[in-house]
């Protein structure tokens, strides 16, 4: 692996950039492997990167079916923070974020992690004792959170509407400092190219057709490139969890949805961090490009077609528009739509299934990216020990039926109205 | 380019009239109480001094003194008063329809929508209640919550689109 | 003379500014034609190196001439000035450059660009995250396009809907064409045009055949048949099932709009759509083909016919197809001198008269800051200069297949065109016109620099940037977009991309095809925001909703409380009284006096029939068919999981007559599980469920004086704790539903909504009399934590069970109610479940709502505190909290910790009943 | 958007319509727990057709039986579901 570094481009000032190495291989599949990882994205790509370099497991298939970071590691709007209520929650979610910060120096990769800050903006004095419930539950497991009032949140965003009689007044905000956004492909290829460096095989244009079963357990795929055999195999294919899950004959606490995005058009700074408001349903950053990156609900019904409703994003973007107006003469540059994984209780599934060497990690319905490192670190663990981690034993598949579900919109097993 | 008055109708007495049995029996009976027929889903009879419109597979919106009907019921349904709940807005001038593809996705402009027929769909988020009262009119039947936000976005877009 | 040029006619009466100078057009210029003729070459900088850009396109292509236009809160950015039409008072300026146009600091990230290639970001500014913050500070300032606006928008946009047999997108002549067979066929028709102009190509080509007045005949006739023709409007989505996002421009950018809106957008549903949506010329690549002065054949063929512009004296005209001869016939009718023809072919039938080169390409363009002043070419392999001030180029066609594929149709690939074309589609919709049949314009290769040949103009992505993605291995063309950013850029990539999968067709051995196309979405071209959010945006899309009584309680000056979409009184303080000084004196009067409440927002329902208990019982997880007629009880109502989804109380007014009341934020969420239960699990029942939340509006009386009040009122004595009776207030027929919230004896009144003003001027007027008032929501709060009453969304966060606040006792023990199955879970009654008690202040200070209960500092987290406040009549702060195992640990001491707001204390876990635990209060 | 042709009131936008649930996920409340929970729970959220519970929650309020494709959003059969008097 030729190795990343600004003298690096200086010296392909010289030679037209000719010196630097595809970025992964290009491999034929072997005829088995130690540990198969079934999707391309981005966990499935850490996944194997942490295989390979926690656990020594190098003999390591990714298989994906078109290209990878294709699925939803390129479509999301490209949050990283870990401020949830729940402890099962934030505990998974700040280990990842532990790891954001030295991604891009870990893999070589600059993942352009930038802790911009995340805010949840409070309407009330009721959203406010909320939002702090919010960060007195991070603060007491080490999270930082702080609590900005209404003049804090104008001197870190100045365009959102501070007007008393906005519709959604602004009264303060709990804030994530060391939360942003990441560059969502460079997450994808950085891994990939440092798992490729440790040996494991990428493997694009290889879709999963079938699982080789022996008894009880699996014990390979069929794929449109031939059988593979492996000791174990992991499912990491997030809205297509079903589809992948029902070959092996699974029924899942998951459906698919379609979640929208939307990109304007470039513009000089004018949001400075991510801002969110769950009155609202809707959230905004922008990007390096200077575009504003906003995303809302997602379309409330089974899909798996990335073709979003159309009022679905005016009705976001209306909201956007409500809490920022300086959004509205900006223009809609591209709107896009992902699968989104619904689980049951909002929370993800990370571990065994009721098939021996199978395993499962799905479910992260519309908050997957952020989960990136800690999603791979832990199903690594799980994948490399056969058992799960701590921080991911209580996203169980059981815990559906034993009732100990992780449910942080406190919605219910509906996926459609979360 | 467009004409519509909106007006905010007095309040008046509704109910809603629930079938759960023997249909055709109440049906039967209303003809003989009325004589007239219990209208289809989207459309609307006017007899006796009541107005009677179908939004529902089993439910009609009664405008009026309903007494009356509680004989044409019997066991096989009830009425339940329900007209605190619904700000009656008119909708009058030849821009009504006009008017009513601002804000929603409703086919106001469909021969099928004539006078006479009813319609249940979202105007500016708000689920309304149609009723064509004639060429030149139709009554809303709005959530009375919304109501005031609604006839304020009616005007609104009134005046733009006639601008 | 050099460069671009009109000469006047005297319509030169509309004035504009550019940067500041004044300039003057035509009625009909497009900003982009107006600055043409004035002689502006120079018009914006590129996005990553700064480079110097002129007009390229006559239309929505446009990559490059990117100007902010108006002001304030109508400044709109990113303006292409192709696609603006020059208004009296235009202020235009150009953007992404400073300290001006001519003389741009960033053009220094030129001189840089062999150390800055595509992806160069990726490989550098490694160290912390923060270190990164900074650099990427910088890169952000550098990077974006416009200024961002800072003000509010003060134009209006209205959402119309819009139902046609055929909606026809383009008005060429074959959409015309189209438009017109369908209304004569008697279709409602529906024909938008994205130009201020209806006729496509016909503006710039006239065809003979057709003859002059065609257009003019065909509009009219179109007009006659009742079809709606709107200008100035595009095509902007193809979603599911036909329906079509137009996005119509009622005034022009940066405009204040004369009458009404400023843009409409039509959500249509179209039978069928008629695709009439053309072709896109392609540029050519080579060493600085992005100078002002290089401009595409059409363009400048567009600017000499329809704006009288005439882009340059001395024209070399680079092209691979015959149409670029047209452009050589319209240069010279307006005396301009075609210096050569640079054709790839080898040969073609191309006609007499002009200096033809085949096999002949462009090397480079020369020329200064804002003109071309020469073009090197490879002429049969010998390297050839030409003084030249135009340089028109043409690469081929690609067919406008965007709504078509984003209608999910298939691309064919046209090989002699090089060029995809609609194929197959499952939606009702058809291709017509050119863009099924592109001109054939072979594949060329390049002869420039590959590093100073563009591809993608905006964001400057060279054929090297091509070259190198493929090199390192990104070799999807999904990769190849997202690592070199092309097509990325407000252009959408609608010149470049297919220019790209040619270079990789050309150096990597696989065909277009192969090299794969990226996906279009929508929007065809980039949307106004303002529209996109409609009318809806003043208002966040949300309606605030209006209680009944909403005027009488304003006349007495209350503090308004958002609880979802609707405003409810909060406390009714006197002047220079705090809220909570307001919600305390509001919950003494109740437990003193008596106390008047707004509880019209709760949900409510009527359920009649002889199966009305039948349901119930099974929407409700207690007994209800036990209930005598003329009393009621409290229930609670479960998910399918289990979980408590509401609350409320169950009255029996009439035998077979029902009143379900459930919490205010619950209540649409109750309507739909009712009518699922009733409609889809129990169709066969003889139940009737009416939904009267709004029917009926709600008042509370509470305290030690209300059934006195009740009693004068009515004239008949009070129900008895839990009795509900109809009753007559003011004149105002009511259900009298004696219910406590507030652990004091206490009514809720019911009326319908529309008469209740009478009983609440008699009600407010007896409490008064009572030396009681008014409440709001602080001190309903108040009083039920002190009670130890649960409440949706506090306690009853979505996340606990019966068991968990304690009400599994109340279960009807004959199941069969929705979540019966789902609490048979384990987990749901495990030890460590969070489960509902009391917390009060050791110290008697405040308690955090919302502070975490742990046994000391840094110990971890046991539980927390889902709602506080104080004991009313005495002093000392009490609470409600959810503790793992709480019942269990009364007694026991912890930390009430809240690190945001710097509030701990220390708490003893008690009994939730903090008040009258025996119910003693509910009698007489 | 999708147009869905009510069984009751014509062809409507898709906005006037809520989705709720599959129709293998209709739990009757008197079923075993082990049975609700599976059906609850496990879905078999096919990539292709499925028949879905959908109501014209802001139209007639009924409710309807969708047979639709998840992937090419296709709507191949709209039945009603539930008392339909005089229908």
């Known amino acids: 692996m030729s190795r990343y570094s600004a003298l690096g481009l200086l010296r392909g000032a010289f030679n037209g950039q000719k010196h630097w190495q595809p970025a992964w291989r290009d491999p034929e599949p072997r005829k088995s492997y130690d540990v198969i990882v079934i999707g391309g994205g981005g966990h499935g790509l850490a996944t194997a990167y942490y295989l390979a370099s926690v656990h020594g497991v190098r003999n390591v298939a990714v298989l994906e079916k078109g290209w990878i970071g294709g699925g939803n590691t390129g479509r999301n709007t490209t949050l990283v923070r870990s401020n949830y209520r729940q402890p099962q929650l934030h505990n998974l979610f700040e280990f990842g974020l532990k790891l954001w910060h030295g991604l891009s120096d870990e893999l070589n990769y600059n993942v352009m992690f930038s802790p911009r800050g995340a ?300 | 380019m467009t004409d519509v008055a909106i007006t905010t109708l007095p309040p008046a007495p509704l109910h809603a009239f629930e079938i759960w049995s023997d249909p055709h029996g109440v049906a039967g009976r209303f003809a003989a109480a009325f004589g007239a027929d219990l209208p289809a889903l989207g459309t609307s009879v006017q007899a006796g001094g009541l107005t009677l419109i179908r939004y529902e597979p089993t439910v009609w919106l009664v405008e009026g003194d309903a007494s009356t009907l509680a004989a044409v019921l019997g066991d096989d349904g009830a009425l339940t008063a329900i007209g605190g709940g619904l700000v009656r807005v008119r909708l009058s001038g030849s821009g009504w329809r006009e008017l009513l593809s601002y804000g929603g996705q409703f086919d106001a402009f469909a021969p099928t929508f004539a006078p006479g027929s009813s319609a249940a769909t979202v105007i500016d988020h708000v689920g309304v209640r149609l009723w064509v009262e004639n060429a030149d009119s139709c009554v809303a039947y709005v959530p009375a919550s919304f109501g005031a936000a609604l006839v304020h976005f009616w005007h609104e877009m009134a005046a733009l689109v006639r601008a | 003379m050099s460069g671009p040029s009109r000469a006047p006619d005297g319509r030169e009466n509309i004035r504009f500014t550019f940067d500041g100078k004044e300039y003057l057009a035509r009625p009909g210029d497009t900003l982009a034609a107006a600055l043409l003729a004035n002689g502006v070459g120079l018009v914006a900088r590129s996005f990553k190196y700064h480079r110097p850009r002129g007009i390229m396109a006559a239309g929505v292509e446009e990559p490059n001439a990117l100007v902010t236009v108006g002001l304030g809160g109508r400044a709109e950015p990113n303006t292409r000035a192709t696609d603006v039409f020059v208004h009296d008072g235009l202020i235009a300026r150009s953007q992404n450059r400073w300290p001006s146009l001519s003389s741009d600091a960033g053009a220094v990230f030129g001189l840089a660009a062999k150390a800055l290639p595509a992806g160069f970001y990726y490989k550098t500014f490694f160290g912390p995250a923060k270190l990164w913050l900074k650099y990427e500070a910088l890169i952000r300032r550098a990077a974006g396009m416009g200024d961002a606006p800072t003000k509010a928008d003060p134009d209006s946009f209205a959402q119309r809907s819009a139902f046609c047999d055929t909606l026809v997108v383009g008005s060429g002549p074959a959409g015309l064409q189209a438009a017109l067979t369908a209304a004569e066929a008697g279709d409602s028709v529906i024909l938008v045009e994205q130009d201020a102009a209806l006729g496509g190509s016909l503006l710039v080509d006239p065809d003979p055949a057709l003859g002059a007045d065609w257009i003019a005949q065909t509009i009219a006739r179109l007009r006659e048949l009742g079809a709606r023709i ?153 390297t050839v200069a030409f003084k030249a001030d135009l340089l028109a180029v043409s690469g081929g066609f690609t067919p406008v297949v965007h709504l078509h594929s984003q209608a999910g149709g ?406 069969g109610f929705v979540g019966a199955a789902g609490l048979t879970r384990p987990a749901l009654t495990a030890a460590g479940r969070h489960r509902l008690v009391g917390v009060e202040a050791i110290d008697g200070a405040p308690i955090a709502e919302g502070a975490m209960l742990v046994a000391r500092e840094g110990a971890k987290v046991e539980g927390h505190v889902t709602a506080a406040g104080r004991h009313v009549l005495g002093e000392g702060g009490i609470a409600l909290a959810l503790l793992a195992d709480g019942p269990d640990r009364l007694g026991a001491e912890f930390l009430a910790t809240s690190p945001t707001r710097g509030m701990h204390t220390r708490v003893r876990v008690v009994s939730p009943h903090f008040y009258d635990p025996a119910g003693e209060r509910y009698r007489d | 958007m999708y147009q869905i042709d009510c069984p009751h009131c014509g062809p409507r936008a898709q906005s006037e319509f809520t989705f709720d649930r599959p129709v293998e996920a209709i739990v009757p409340p008197d079923a075993a727990a082990a049975d609700a929970l599976q059906a609850l729970y496990t879905r078999t959220n096919p990539m292709g057709v499925d028949d879905e519970v959908w109501r014209h929650t802001y139209g007639c309020r009924a409710w309807l039986v969708l047979t639709r494709d998840r992937v090419s959003h296709a709507i191949d059969a709209v039945r009603a579901l539930g008392p339909e008097a005089l229908s």
Not at chain 3, 326 to 343: H, K, Y
Request: with cysteine.
């Open chain 1, 119 to 418: 805010m949840f903006l409070g309407h009330s004095d009721a959203d406010m004792a909320k939002l702090a419930e919010l960060g007195d539950a991070m603060r007491c497991d080490g999270i930082d959170a702080d609590l900005l009032t209404r003049d804090q949140v104008e001197k870190v965003e100045p365009l959102l509407d501070f007007s008393r009689n906005a519709r959604f007044p602004i009264e303060g905000a709990v804030i994530q400092w060391r939360a942003g956004t990441a560059r969502h492909d460079a997450v994808a290829w950085g891994y990939a190219r440092a798992a490729d460096a440790l040996g494991v095989d990428i493997i694009q244009k290889c879709e999963v057709t079938g699982f080789v079963r022996d008894g009880d357990a699996v014990i390979g795929v069929e794929t449109t490139r031939g059988r593979i055999l492996a000791a174990r195999t992991g499912i990491c294919v997030a809205g297509h969890s079903g589809h992948v899950a029902g070959l092996a004959g699974l029924r899942l606490p998951i459906e698919s949805q379609t979640l929208q995005a939307v990109v304007t058009e470039g513009v000089k700074p004018m949001v400075q961090s991510v801002i969110m408001s769950n009155s609202l349903h809707c959230y905004i950053s922008q990007s390096d490009k200077g575009g504003v990156v906003m995303g809302g609900d997602p379309d409330n019904w089974p899909s798996y077609a990335r073709r979003g409703q159309p009022t679905v994003v005016e009705h976001a973007i209306a909201q956007a528009i409500g809490l920022m107006p300086a959004l509205s003469r900006l223009r809609m540059l591209r709107t896009w739509s992902g699968v989104t994984d619904m689980s049951f209780d909002g929370a993800p599934i990370i571990g065994p299934t009721p098939i021996d060497n199978l395993f499962l990690n799905g479910g992260w319905c519309y908050g997957g990216f952020k989960a990136t490192p800690a999603s791979g670190w832990t199903y690594a663990h799980t994948l490399a020990t056969g058992t799960p981690h701590a921080l991911n034993a209580p996203f169980s598949l059981e815990r559906f039926m034993t009732g100990a579900t992780i449910d942080e919109t406190g919605v219910g097993p509906m996926p459609n109205h979360r």
């Open chain 3, 230 to 382: 709107l200008l100035r409007t595009t095509a902007a989505g193809y979603w599911d099932h036909n329906f079509v996002t137009l996005a119509e421009r009622l005034a022009e950018p940066g405009a204040v709009p004369s009458h009404g809106f400023a843009q409409r957008l039509w959500h249509v549903r179209a039978g069928r759509v008629v695709l009439a949506t053309g072709v896109i010329e392609r540029p050519v690549p080579f060493t600085a083909n992005d100078r002002p002065g290089v401009m595409l054949s059409r363009a400048v063929r567009a600017y000499v016919r329809r704006f009288g512009v005439v882009p340059g004296q001395r024209v070399v005209i680079a092209t691979n197809n015959d149409d670029a001869y047209l452009t050589a016939q319209a240069l010279r009718e307006v005396g301009a001198e075609v210096v050569a023809i640079l054709d790839a072919r080898t040969q073609a039938d191309v006609p007499a008269g002009f200096p033809v080169h085949f096999d002949a390409r462009p090397v480079a363009a020369v020329g200064t800051l804002h003109h071309l002043t020469g073009v090197t070419a490879l002429v049969g392999g010998r």
């Open chain 3, 410 to 815: 298939k691309l064919d690939w046209n090989e002699a065109a090089q060029a995809f074309v609609p194929g197959a589609i499952a939606q009702v919709c058809t291709s017509v016109g050119e863009v099924i049949a592109p001109l054939p314009a072979p594949a060329v290769v390049p002869a420039g620099s590959p590093k100073k040949s563009f591809v993608d103009f905006q964001n400057d992505v060279s054929l090297a940037d091509i070259d190198l993605a493929w090199q390192e291995g990104y070799r999807s063309v999904e990769h190849m977009k997202r690592y070199t950013t092309l097509g990325m850029a407000t252009d959408q990539g609608k010149l470049g991309n297919l220019v790209a999968l040619q270079r990789v067709a050309q150096e990597q051995g696989v065909t277009v095809p192969q090299a794969g196309l990226t996906t279009f979405r929508p929007p065809y071209t980039p949307v106004t925001m303002g529209l996109l959010g409609g009318p809806g945006a003043r208002n966040a899309g949300a309606h605030v909703r209006r209680i009944a009584l909403h005027d009488r309680h304003d006349a007495l000056g209350p503090t308004w409380q958002p609880a979802g979409y609707w405003f409810r009184p909060r406390a009714y303080p006197q002047p220079g009284e705090t809220l909570g000084a307001a919600a305390l004196r509001e919950a003494r009067a109740v437990r003193g006096a008596a106390g008047l409440c707004d509880v019209s927002t709760l949900g409510k329902f009527e359920v009649s029939g002889p199966d009305a208990a039948a349901l119930l019982e099974i929407a409700c997880a207690t007994r209800v068919a036990n209930l005598k007629p003329g009393r009621g009880r409290y229930t609670v109502m479960l998910r399918e999981d289990g979980l408590l989804m509401d609350d409320g109380t169950v009255w029996r007014l009439g035998d077979n007559r029902y009143l379900l009341t459930s919490s205010t934020g619950g209540a649409d969420r109750m309507a739909q599980h009712l009518s699922y239960i009733r409609q889809v699990l129990r169709p066969q029942m003889r139940v009737s469920v009416v939904n009267v939340q709004e029917h009926y509006a709600g008042l509370a009386l509470a305290g030690p004086r209300s059934s006195g009040i009740i009693a004068a009122l009515t004239g008949a004595s009070a129900p008895a704790h839990m009795g509900v009776v109809a009753a007559v207030i003011a004149g105002v027929p009511v259900w009298v539903l004696a219910a406590s919230y507030s652990g004091e004896r206490a009514f809720e009144i019911h009326g319908e909504a529309t008469a209740m003003g009478p009983v609440w001027d008699a009600l407010l007027a007896a409490v008064k009399a009572a030396g009681g008032s008014t409440y709001g929501l602080d001190a309903m709060d108040l009083l039920r934590i002190e009670k130890g009453h649960v409440v949706i969304g506090a306690e009853a966060d979505g996340r606990r069970g019966p068991y968990d606040l304690g009400l599994h006792k109340m279960l009807n023990p004959a199941g």
